[in-house]
């Protein structure tokens, strides 16, 4: 037969990887998703910025 494994499913994962993930989620959560959130945002603002200065503001046409 054979020898019975030394990690099952109901074991944690060891604390390295543990602490890799957290570390991980940690920059993704609170570094680079929140810089990319604003570069998409100000992005939306500077494109809209520019389609007005060349197209002129919303509204009806001024007389």
Do not use: C, K
């Amino acid at each position: 037969m054979s020898e019975p494994s030394h990690h099952s499913l109901a074991d944690p994962q060891p604390l390295s990887r543990r602490r890799a993930e957290f570390f991980t989620f940690v920059a993704l959560a609170f570094g680079i998703w929140p810089i990319i959130a604003v570069a998409i945002v100000g992005s939306y603002g500077f494109s809209v910025w520019m389609w007005q200065i060349v197209f002129g503001p919303p509204g009806p046409p001024g007389h």
